[in-house]
Structures are given as structure tokens and as C-alpha cells.
């Protein structure tokens, strides 16, 4: 799943950054920072403390005005300002696994690897780059004991997205788009990742959940009512949850300690009878699929997991070893099985209730950070508060 907007070069959001050094009666040289800004968009700004060389290592709480930043770690730190690229987001490095991607200023997790770390830790290199280029602007202004004015002009490179790198300034950044782009249900933060899964940089939450319910379940209930052959819904509607619990599965096996036998189980293999899901999850992980599941609605699923084969492989023709498999009384060798409407609907309000078991059973073992997810929930009710009480007027 590929669109035109994969991997676009994007343009930092410019705007001028001016060092004026002064000295003081007292003989001191001294530098004032002073950050305008010309863009159309809304810019965020945040601050890292970086050691001369240019080596961030804290990040500063910018506050509001009057409200004073946090001290550096140690003497002999330079704040270092650093904006956002055109669509008011920052790109992002992982120390780890070198993952690449964009969200809002000071991310708590990698989405692909989960390392948890300080935002400064997870600074793009291009924000790297460019913060190495401004201990150097700033040091040779403090050098040369001259009082007056450097400009670093990041109008200049927010225009040179368009130029060759030849004719980029030497502290050329800009951010690149990532394949997709989404808002985290649990915490509202922007995420733009390689691929289609991973976790929430600022919550740590698995976007598996909200992917499969709110994307794959939805189109597979358009497609149903629009007249597309139950079998076909049925099939991948299986497929998806298999690859759900494939992609679980995965992390479970890259965050939890487990031996090689279960790890290999969990990643070289797929995920096609429900029984052995049940029990792997279970008995693994205290994960249970089906909590809250009526038995007639386990045992339904358990049926489609199986006849999910005959219509991906034997063109939905009943073989022997799905009637020794299922245990299937009601159809017969050769049948070819007809399904229903309601049985695809049915079937897709099954797998979400055992999706979001797994999701939230997975959550107690892979930890997430609590703090941007209850500030959204009270957003949302200071929202929700706000609405009744213009309708109520
Ligand atoms: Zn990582
Ligand atoms: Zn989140």
C-alpha cells in the first residue's frame, strides 16, 4: 500500500535564527538568541541542551513566557532551538534499530523497536546535523569577542526542498514522509511510520487494534453490504486477524522473555485454528482470546477459521480433512458451502471482541505511558462538556 505521498521530501518550516553578541560594562561577552518566523503554517519550537561540539544532552522545557526553562544537566551546555518541518511535526531517529519517522516534538517511544528513551535521544539526523552547525555558528560568534549579529537563515532551507543537493547550504534539513500517517486513539499524537503497524511514539499503544477495527472490519462490512460473495468476506476477514495476531505475536516474542522453541512458534508460523491461538495465548501470556465471548460465537469463529482454507484453497468445496478437522456435521464431502450476510457481520463483531482481548492483554505485559493517554481522556471530556453546554443553551 504505496501512495504518492511516500517518501516526499519535506521542507523544514524556515524562518531566522539571529545571535547578537554584546559586551557587557562588566567586560563579558555576551549572546541573546532570537527566533522569527515567517511561515504560513503554525511552527513548534522545542530546545535541547547540546554539548559545544553540537552533542545534545537534555531537552528543555520551553514553558510559556515568564515560566523559566529547566537548567542544563551540567556547565557549559548552549540551548539549541530547533523548529518543525512544514507540517508543524518532528522527524525522528531510533539510537537503536536506526528506524526512521515523524510525529510531534519529544516522542517516548520507537514505534518499530519500543525503545523507550528521552525525546533529545530520539533527534532526527538532520536535527542532529543542524544542531552540530549551530554550536558552531555560536561559538565562533562567542570567539570572535566582536559585538553584533549571525543569522543562521532557515528560509533559505526550507527553499532548497526543490534544489539540487549541490545547491542546498551545507546545514540542509528536511524531514521525510514516512508510508503512514495516523492519530493515536488512545493519546490523539501524529505518527507517521515506515509500513502500517507499530507503536504510538508518545503512548506506546499498538495501532494494530485501531487498524483492524476501525479500517479492515469497516471496508470488510462495506463490502458485504455492497453484494461481494459472503466467502470472500469470510476469508479475509480470517486473514486479517490472522495477520493481527501475527503482528502480536511478533512483539510479544521481541518484548518478553521467552525460549527459542516459543519464539519461533510465535514468528516463523501463522495463525490459522483458533484452538491453538486460545491455548498459545493463554497458557503463554494469560491472554484469554475469548473472555467475554459467548460459546456459540467461539464455536462459530472456530468453523469459519477452518473453512477459511476451502475458500482460499479448494474454491469453498468441502474436503475430508476440513470435515476430520471441524468436525462439521451439517455439511457434507464435496459441498460446496454457501454462506450468509449475517454470518460475515456476525463473524467480524466475533474477531473484534477477541482483537481487543489480545490488544488489552498485551498492553499488561508491553508497558505504555499512561500520562498522554489521561490528558486526552480529559480533552475529551472538557470537550464533550463544552458541546452539551452549547446545546443546552
Ligand atoms: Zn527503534
Ligand atoms: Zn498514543
Redesign the pocket.
Known sequence: MTTTDDFREIAHSGGKITFTFTTGVDDRHRYQINVSSSSPVPVVMIAVYALPQGVPVSSIQLGGIGTPWNPPPFEGCYPVMIQSDSQGQFGHH?P??D?YWRSGPWPNF?P??N?RAEGYQFLSKAQLHFTRHYCRVLLDGLKTNEDGKVVIDMDEVADAVDKSSSERPTFYIAEESQQHKYRCLACEEFNDILGRFGYCSLCGTRNDLQEFEGNTVVAIRERINSGAPPQDCIRDAVAAFDTLVAQYGKQLAEQVPLTSRRVTRLTKYSFHELEEIRTIFRDWFDIDLCSGLKETEVSQARLMFYRRHLYEHNGGEVDEKYLEKSGDTSVRLKQVIRETREGVHALLGTLVKMARNLHTGFHELVAIEPGPIKAFEEKKKRIGRVATGTSAS
Open positions: 531510533c537503536r534499530c528506524g520507537c518499530y523497536c525503545l
